[in-house]
């Protein structure tokens, strides 16, 4: 079952905007961790936010989590063309999925020079 | 270090033939996944390992899947026979139980066609 869904599935913005992208996910999570993936590379650590902590900041990147919602949000201040990726969030679990992330089906970013 | 490494990079292969995919993972790394990334299914986790030893394989579509981690620097996974609907792009993942948080470090992928 899906685990992360994010919102937008496709976000289009101009240099110099900033980017917001949603995850929602359905049950307890011990972290909660963004990854980037550019075309046709594998996928990329970016930030890891723990269920204890609110938000989470590193350069431009904002992280922020609601457990009481199950949901999270990554902002990317000021985007650069550089940032054209995809984006997906990742929930870890203790318990038997101890180790083991789950991924959502990602958001695709486009930023336009 | 190299980061995880995996072999080949793209693969083209006829319907019925036997493939075989390989990852390195980073040194000291104790756990392994292999995920299959397609447009229409996303990101799929077919197989972990946790110190070599499979731990789920839930994610495995059918019996002509297998996967092997021999010792702590090598995996593999099989199809056979391969299909059509076998092609996807295969990653391999590592990571290391300290912190317990499990960042994962993702190779370059074997982009892989099935004809």
């Known amino acids: 079952s899906q685990q992360g869904e994010e919102d937008p599935q496709a976000l289009s913005i101009q240099e110099g905007e900033n980017a917001t992208m949603n995850c929602s996910y359905k049950?307890?999570?011990?972290?909660l961790q963004w990854y980037r993936q550019n075309s046709g590379r594998g996928l990329v650590h970016l930030i890891l936010i723990r269920s204890n902590e609110r938000e989470k900041h590193s350069g431009r990147l904002r992280v922020t989590l609601d457990t009481s919602k199950k949901s999270s949000s990554l902002l990317i201040t000021a985007s650069r063309a550089a940032d054209t990726a995809s984006y997906f969030c990742a929930t870890g679990a203790g318990g038997t999925s101890y180790g083991k992330l789950t991924f959502g089906q990602g958001t695709i970013l486009t930023v336009h020079p | 270090d190299a980061g995880v490494i995996q072999s080949p990079r793209h693969e083209v292969t006829e319907m019925g033939q036997e493939v075989t995919l390989r990852c390195k993972p980073i040194s000291g790394h104790d756990y392994l996944f292999w995920y299959r990334q397609t447009m229409m299914r996303g990101l799929e986790l077919l197989i972990y390992?946790?110190?070599?030893?499979?731990?789920?394989d839930s994610g495995m579509p059918e019996d002509r899947f297998s996967a092997k981690m021999p010792n702590a620097s090598f995996s593999t996974l099989k199809i056979q026979p391969s299909e059509p609907r076998d092609s996807a792009v295969y990653f391999c993942a590592s990571s290391f139980s300290f912190p317990v948080t499990h960042e994962q470090y993702f190779g370059p992928g074997t982009r892989l066609t099935v004809t």
């Open positions: 390992f946790n110190n070599n030893v499979p731990i789920d």
């Open positions: 049950t307890s999570i011990n972290n």
